[in-house]
């Protein structure tokens, strides 16, 4: 038996803070129109016929959990230009040459355009996805599903 049962010493800690009801999202107080990748360079990347450049520059400028829908929307746009460009036999050159990071933002924008398919997308879609596995495992599915910053 405690011999000082009267003290509180071990209750210094708020266990309440760390209740699920009380969580509050970060907010973004930064410009929206400021974030993101450069359409201007991507565009003129994938122009140039360098769709794997384009992918990495529009991979490590993408903006995790913005809140405007139309900057989400136009980056989503964006992503399956670069995506749609690179040909099946180059994708597993391009995710050979992504780090673990943006391989996870590349599965999130995957998942996302599942979301919005539009005609013949939903098939490459499907190669990417499995090229991306391939490389980095079921670890990346799981990071992307249970993260909640969303592109």
């Given amino acids: 038996m405690a011999k000082n049962t009267s003290s509180n010493v071990f209750r210094t800690l708020d266990v309440d803070q760390y209740n699920e009801d009380n969580y509050k999202e970060d907010n973004d107080s930064t410009d929206p129109a ?23 520059h529009l991979l ?14 136009a980056s989503l746009t964006l992503a399956m230009r670069v995506l749609m460009a690179i040909k099946a036999s180059q994708i597993d050159d391009a995710v050979a040459q992504l780090d673990n990071e943006n391989r996870d933002v590349l599965m999130k924008f995957i998942y996302r355009g599942f979301e919005v398919p539009n005609e013949g997308s939903s098939a490459h879609l499907l190669v990417w996805h499995e090229k991306v596995f391939t490389v980095s495992g079921v670890g990346s599915i799981v990071r992307v599903l249970t993260d909640k910053k969303r592109v």
């Fill in 34 to 56: 400021a974030l993101g990748p450069n359409d201007t360079l991507i565009t003129s990347l994938l122009a140039a016929n360098k769709p794997v450049e384009a992918l990495t």
């Fill in 60 to 73: 490590s400028g993408a903006t995790l959990g913005i809140k405007d829908q139309a900057a989400r929307t």
